[in-house]
């Protein structure tokens, strides 16, 4: 099923959680909605499920307008960060909850199920999560990432036509993070069911989306693949927060048709990267570089006119097996380089790093890239 949503807002009060938000879910596919915590993730998922209602705009499920639908008139599966499943019942017991409440008609929509078509689709679905052997176990008696695959089955036996997922994996520990992603994808491969996934995570995004999007302050800033994302981000908080490192930042001045850096009004842009700010007419702005393509100047070789050059100082040294993640200081300004060289650095040291015109970024005074 194809989900969109069409110019929604979203006020608590006074405060707005969501800012006339378009997006277009495509059938079949993952989307993730990411951003900082506070950004309006899941206020956007609530609003899908019919757990809330908008304050302007429509939800729309396969081009027809259901924003006034309760949810319990929306075929839509919710998994969050916490695994609500009742205690007192055992594994199956809680696979088994949503099924029994169709049958008796309470909950969910009409459809009723036999006990045979119960017990067939609780042994589908824990085998489909790897559960079998703790379909007798108690929540209690389960871990982390076994009770999330509990609480997402107890969605899946209801057939949803959507899955929300609301940052599933936060209270799962790191290590179990990656199995669980990639269970999710096979998931995803298996049911071809349209996925909704939030997280504030983006290494999580970047691993998981076909589509990502990215939200600040209640604001979606930019819509695209991983890829898109990570190379083209469209503004200077995209540009910061996509990646494993912040983008680095040097602000600069176009002064007497020359282009400087303002720290210390050095001319180290080659020709080539002046051109193009001055075909844009800016006058002021950031140039921003990423800590994975700076490399350390070697005196042996020279560098050329597309590469400028930068004596820094090592501030900082973290080792993460075979990665060096160096803060360095430049003037004052903070530098994140990383590397895999074998030498060791240490504080104080001096160092001169490289970076190469084409992979400098432009943003204008209003942190747009240009
Ligand atoms: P996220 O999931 O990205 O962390 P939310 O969608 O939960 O963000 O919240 C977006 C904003 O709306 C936040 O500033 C939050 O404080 C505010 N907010 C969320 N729910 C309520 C509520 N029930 N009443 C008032 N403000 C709320
Ligand atoms: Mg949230």
Not at 19 to 41: N, Q, V
Not at 103 to 126: P, Q, W
Not at 282 to 307: H, Q, S
Request: charged content about 30%; aromatic content about 10%; proline content about 4%.
């Amino acid at each position: 099923m194809k989900v969109e949503i069409e110019k929604l807002t979203k006020k608590y009060g006074r405060k707005t959680a969501l800012k006339d938000a378009s997006i277009i879910f495509p059938e079949g596919k993952i989307t993730i909605i990411l951003g900082p915590s506070g950004s309006g993730k899941t206020t956007i998922l609530r609003l899908i499920a019919g757990l809330l209602y908008p304050t302007s705009g429509e939800v729309l499920f396969d081009n027809t307008i259901v924003t006034d639908n309760p949810a319990n008139k929306r075929n839509v599966a919710m998994v969050f960060q916490n695994y609500p499943l009742f205690p007192h019942m055992t594994v199956v017991e809680n696979l088994r909850f949503p099924l029994e409440s169709k049958k008796k008609g309470k909950l969910f929509r009409v459809n009723v199920y036999s006990e045979e078509e119960i017990e067939k689709k609780v042994d589908d679905i824990s085998s489909l999560l790897h559960i079998e052997e703790h379909r007798e176990k108690y929540p209690s008696q389960l871990s982390g990432g076994e009770k999330q695959r509990v609480a997402i089955g107890r969605e899946l036996v209801r057939e949803p036509d959507v899955f929300l997922f609301d940052e599933p994996l936060s209270n799962v520990d790191a290590r179990l993070r990656y199995e669980m992603r990639m269970w999710i994808r096979k998931l995803h491969e298996l049911l071809n069911k349209t996925m909704i996934y939030v997280t504030h995570d983006q290494s999580e995004a970047m691993a998981l989306g076909d589509m990502i999007v990215l939200l600040e302050d209640g604001k979606i800033v930019q819509v695209g693949s991983p890829d898109e994302l990570y190379y083209d981000p469209n503004s200077k908080f995209v540009a910061q927060f996509i990646g494993n490192y912040p983008m680095n930042f040097l602000s600069f001045i176009v002064e007497k048709n020359k282009c400087k850096l303002t720290v210390d009004m050095k001319e180290v842009l080659s020709e080539k990267v002046f051109k193009y700010i001055r075909s844009k007419g800016i006058e002021k702005g950031t140039l921003g570089f990423r800590a994975e393509i700076i490399r350390e100047f070697d005196p042996r070789k020279p560098i050329d006119k597309d590469m400028f050059k930068l004596e820094c100082k090592v501030e900082d040294v973290e080792k993460v097996l075979d990665q060096q993640i160096l803060t360095l200081n430049y003037l004052g300004e903070q530098i994140f380089y990383v590397t895999k060289t074998r030498k060791r650095f240490s504080k104080k040291d001096s160092i001169a790093i490289i970076v190469r015109s084409d992979d400098i970024y432009i943003f204008d005074e209003k942190h747009r890239r240009v």
